[in-house]
């Protein structure tokens, strides 16, 4: 790392700093981190993962981030706490949408969890597969919700939640798509740790690949 503005670091995590070839963060990735918490860096992850599908991950490594940033940012603890709110009134539209097509979707709640509206073999083992770990069962009671994610490629369903929830951030990944408060996504979220630690963004680095990182791409001064 040679960059001499840089004071803080955030990085995604599948596919990023997590290897899901053999299910773990490696160990030269956790030396890497070690090494840039020792010369002073702030380290973030920043997720599209509920705070409880980071529990699997070692300790260890956690401990090594200053802040975690879960749900692509709403949902922010460490230095300060931030949660972003989808009103009741559109989760409750978004979820009756998602019902009517047969979708299943994980919908997470204000205190960092996540749950399955419903059994689903292929996405319980897929969440088994990256996660080492299957939401609980659960329909839809009412909860605070943060964010929703659906699953299965269906471009009607796609071109719906586009045109009809316009009003919400929608971003579709390779294998879902995520649906959060408007003003939501990882870009605002480093500027709030950013702002929370009095650094500018030009002192920020992003590390990610996926179509949710691109907002934080956006806003920091080097991006990988």
Known sequence: M???KAKIIFFDVD???FDHVNSCVSPLTIYS??????????LCICTGRSLDELREIDRCVLDLF?????LSGSYIVGNNKHIALINKIDVE???NTLDSYNMTYRYATADGKGYLNKHDKLIEELFYKDYQMIPEIKSYNSEEVLQIMYYGKNKKIENEIAKHF???NVIVNRVCGEINNKNTNKGEAIAKVCNDYN????EAIA???DDNDIPMFEKVGFSV
């Open 93 to 95: 539209d978004v979820i």
């Open 2 to 4: 040679n960059n001499n």
């Open 33 to 42: 981190l070690t090494q840039l918490k020792k010369k002073g860096y702030k």
């Open 166 to 168: 316009s009003n919400l």
């Open 66 to 70: 200053d802040d975690l940033i879960c």
């Open 15 to 17: 596919n990023t700093i």
């Open 199 to 202: 650094y500018g963004l030009f």
């Open 207 to 209: 590390f990610g690949d």
